[in-house]
């Protein structure tokens, strides 16, 4: 019998078939597995950022949460110290209580406290009369006002100029116009330019005690009230400042008003000014001679006013107490203006200063 040259080999069909799905089953797995890897490594960006954002607010809501606790505690041992405060008032409040009952006569009480607040009382008036004592001149005014108005007081040659020029007689154009027809005496006691003469001796009563002075009254032109242009008076000869005072009071408010004729007369001086004090109600209406015109607008006003300003000495402070006047709407500007440049005060008083 014929033996058959057929060979058995271990390597099937079979065989290669589960070798080749081996293979392929291996291939997708390292396909899914890199897959998750690159969509890993490209995460949003956006996300992430939200992310920190979350874990940034996570981290201060806590830290204001810690705060929040902290504020509790301390409101608490504040509560607990105001209850013991409370208690301790409540206490001494009983006391008192107790010991006026106690007492057999208020009457008796009520006198013994009024006593002690007269008592009290002419205490406080020798007090004022002290500090009234150092002022150079004594000056009381109406009631027990006090006023802050900012004046640098100081210096030692102090000039005060006084507008007396017919618009001093009121504060409207009308009231000017009738006042100045009339008797000295009704001129003279016109509201406004007693206001002036206070504000004068409300001025000289606040001089340093080691400062001179002197009082010049101006309308076209200008001079001193006392008599004696060009020369300083002392502050210490209180029989000087009252006749200053007196002589103002007898002076009648007449004429325009010429700043520039007032302002020369601060170069009269053989020694200068250091301070200077202004009470004025209005830009000038007159220049240094009269213009002979009956009327003046307020564009001319405000170049006589920058003419008057333009020879005052430098780095003299200027101070002015302005009484405002009806129909002159540039006056507070311009001399706010003229303080603020020469480093002194502006003040518009009230009607019943001082």
């Not at 874990?55 to 201060?60: G, S």
């Not at 007090?127 to 210096?155: M, P, S």
């Not at 504000?199 to 076209?220: C, G, H, K, M």
């Not at 302005?322 to 311009?334: C, I």
Request: contains cysteine; glycine residues 6%.
């Amino acid at each position: 019998m014929r033996r058959s040259k057929h060979r058995i080999s271990a390597f099937s069909l079979s065989f290669l078939d589960i070798m080749a799905c081996g293979f392929g089953a291996v291939t997708l797995l390292f396909l899914i597995l890199k897959h998750d890897a690159i969509s890993l490594e490209s995460a949003d960006p956006l996300l992430n950022a939200e992310v920190n954002l979350l874990q940034e607010d996570l981290r201060v809501g806590e830290e204001a949460l810690v705060a929040l606790r902290n504020s509790l505690a301390r409101i608490d041992e504040s509560l607990v110290e105001a209850q013991g405060l409370s208690a301790r008032v409540v206490a001494d409040i009983e006391k008192t209580r107790r010991e006026l009952s106690a007492q057999a006569d208020p009457e008796q009480q009520i006198e013994i406290l009024r006593k002690q607040v007269e008592t009290l009382e002419r205490e406080t008036a020798n007090l004022r009369e002290q500090g009234n004592a150092d002022n150079v001149r004594q000056f009381i005014g109406d009631g027990e006002r006090q006023y802050l108005t900012g004046l640098k007081l100081g210096g030692r040659q102090i000039l005060i100029l006084v507008d007396a020029s017919a618009s001093m007689l009121s504060d409207s154009i009308v009231n000017v116009i009738r006042r100045r027809n009339m008797s000295d005496s009704v001129k003279r006691n016109s509201e406004k330019w007693q206001r002036a003469i206070r504000t004068t001796e409300w001025l000289v009563a606040q001089l340093p005690q080691d400062s001179r002075y002197q009082i010049y009254v101006f309308n076209t032109a200008a001079g001193a009230v006392a008599g004696d242009d060009r020369r300083w008076r002392d502050t210490a000869d209180r029989q000087g400042l009252d006749n200053a005072i007196k002589k103002l009071t007898q002076v009648v408010p007449a004429g325009g008003s010429s700043l520039i004729n007032a302002f020369l007369a601060i170069n009269s001086f053989d020694t200068p000014p250091d301070n200077l004090f202004l009470i004025t109600d209005g830009l000038p209406t007159q220049g240094r001679k009269p213009s002979g015109f009956k009327t003046i607008t307020g564009r001319d006003r405000l170049k006589l006013f920058a003419e008057a300003t333009q020879i005052l000495p430098r780095r003299l402070p200027v101070n002015i107490l302005l009484f405002p006047m009806e129909g002159d709407p540039m006056a507070a500007a311009s001399f706010w203006q003229l303080a603020l440049s020469s480093r002194g005060s502006f003040m518009s008083p009230s009607r019943d200063w001082p």
